[in-house]
């Protein structure tokens, strides 16, 4: 759930930091109603997202923690 409510953090502060130097840079004009429905889709695209990537790559990090924490492999250089 942490990972989840992470993602759509970061989601909302990059969109809106991009909003903002559209505005600043391009003299984009301000559309609050469009803004906060692209927001809306993003951040729903991204969510699903995390909720279907996450698990693999927890079951990755699992394994090669596995593999680097067995007795068999040496890690000190001589």
């Given at each position: 759930?942490?990972?989840?409510?992470?993602?759509?953090?970061?989601?909302?502060?990059?969109?809106?930091?991009?909003?903002?130097?559209?505005?600043?840079?391009?003299?984009?004009?301000?559309?609050?109603v469009?803004?906060?429905?692209?927001?809306?889709?993003?951040?729903?695209?991204?969510?699903?997202?995390?909720?279907?990537?996450?698990?693999?790559?927890?079951?990755?990090?699992?394994?090669?923690?596995?593999?680097?924490?067995?007795?068999?492999?040496?890690?000190?250089?001589?």
């Open positions: 759930m942490t990972i989840l409510v992470m993602s759509v953090v970061a989601t909302l502060v990059c969109e809106i930091i991009s909003y903002l130097l559209q505005i600043i840079l391009f003299g984009v004009s301000i559309e609050i469009r803004f906060i429905k692209i927001i809306l889709i993003e951040i729903l695209y991204n969510s699903m997202i995390i909720i279907i990537i996450y698990p693999i790559i927890k079951k990755a990090g699992i394994t090669l923690e596995r593999i680097f924490t067995q007795s068999k492999i040496l890690t000190r250089y001589y």
